[in-house]
């Protein structure tokens, strides 16, 4: 059984699209979200220390509001920003901004003690590096990173493979009812994630996007 960790019912039920019946489950684990300026990191910590905890295949995610006028802030202090500031705030900062591209990345963490073959996505052995989150290039197909076989005296030795989800949109004053978190002021197609309903949302997030690409490498492992 594969234990998706998390407190949001909401991401297993978006797992479920993907994977087979009754084949995940969540877990209510609160993992040591670590300090880092990439996604890569924070969910390949969590997906070991998980991991140690359920003593079996876990999957850890972490995802955040990447907005380009501010050099990808507020990124993986997404959810802090959130709690602290709030997204009208988010909104009115980058409302004086000439670029309010923005993108909405996950990082799909999973661990089930054992290696991994070589392959296109990335691999983190160690906490230090890990490969970015995917960028445009996802959009067309390709896969970012690659292999960070680097092992400090202080690493963990427990292998995590990385799955990246990138959706591209824009900032927009805060619309719609739905959803949660910067929802309301994230625009992808014209629409903001808050005006869509679940399934359309859970078409084209970023998580979504991640997930696909894990289900399928899941399948044969």
């Known amino acids: ?55 079996g295949p876990v999957l850890v995610d972490d995802a955040g509001l990447f907005v380009e006028g501010l050099d990808g802030f507020p990124g993986p202090y ?19 901004l000439d670029d309010r591209r923005a993108a909405f990345r996950c990082t799909l963490g999973y661990c089930d003690g054992e290696g ?23 959009e067309a197909g390709g896969e970012s990173g690659g292999e960070d076989d680097a092992v400090g005296a202080d690493a963990d030795p427990l292998p995590v493979k990385l799955f990246e989800g990138y959706v591209p949109g824009r900032i927009v004053a805060p619309r719609g009812d739905g959803g949660f978190g910067y929802d309301p002021i994230f625009e992808h197609d014209g629409e903001t994630f808050a005006e869509m309903d679940t399934d359309r949302k859970n078409a084209v997030s970023h998580r979504g996007r991640a997930l696909e690409k894990f289900a399928e490498w899941y399948a044969d492992r």
């Open 1 to 55: 059984m594969l234990r998706y960790v998390t407190t949001n019912p909401g991401k297993v039920r978006e797992a479920e699209r993907y994977l087979p019946d009754g084949s995940v489950e969540r877990l209510d684990f609160d993992y040591t979200e670590v300090q880092a300026d990439g996604l890569g990191p924070i969910a390949a910590q969590g997906a070991r220390e998980a991991y140690r905890h359920a003593d």
């Open 78 to 96: 997404s959810s802090y920003v959130e709690e602290t500031l709030g997204i009208e705030r988010v909104y009115e900062v980058a409302s004086e």
């Open 116 to 138: 991994f073959a070589a392959s296109p996505d990335p691999v983190d052995r160690g906490d230090r590096d890990a490969a970015a989150a995917a960028g445009p290039d996802a």
